[in-house]
């Protein structure tokens, strides 16, 4: 597991886009970490508005890679073997993710929610994140 300072100070690529540590949030007594990450959402557009995305894991499914100095997610918890830093998308084109989806050996769920908010969370743990309690300790509304 990774340390609260290596949280802070790393960058998460997923899903070909870098997300920064907001911070620890505990539900059901899982210590998940939150990350998050704003951008555009099409400059094309004549009034482009900000997308939030969060993105929710399981914070001892996290490790640093230190040869490449950034944050590597685990699945279950067990540290990857062989780190590529491959991973399913290359590069953030403003592509999002679907609805289902997986992403460095994990299967993941979106979530969307009011003011343009966009929820990445680990499949397994949707449940329990989206109860009433996980919504709370999130501070979000139901989902849309």
């Known amino acids: 597991m990774v340390d609260e300072e290596d949280l802070a100070s790393s960058v998460l690529n997923f899903y070909g886009a870098s997300f920064g540590y907001e911070r620890t ?24 508005k900000v997308v939030r995305r969060w993105l929710l894991v399981p914070q001892d499914w996290i490790f640093f890679d230190r040869n490449q100095e950034v ?21 953030s084109d403003g592509t999002r993710p679907p609805a289902e989806f997986e992403e460095q050996g994990i299967e993941f769920l979106t979530r969307k929610f009011p003011s343009d908010l966009e929820l990445y969370l680990v499949r397994n743990y949707a449940d329990r994140v989206l109860s009433e309690e996980g919504r709370g300790a999130l501070g979000l509304p139901p989902p849309l």
């Open 71 to 91: 944050l590597i997610l685990g699945r279950d918890g067990k540290r990857p073997a062989r780190v590529s830093g491959l991973l399913s998308v290359q590069s």
């Open 25 to 48: 949030v505990p539900i059901a007594g899982v210590p998940f970490a939150l990350f998050t990450r704003r951008e555009t959402e099409s400059e094309a557009k004549f009034r482009p």
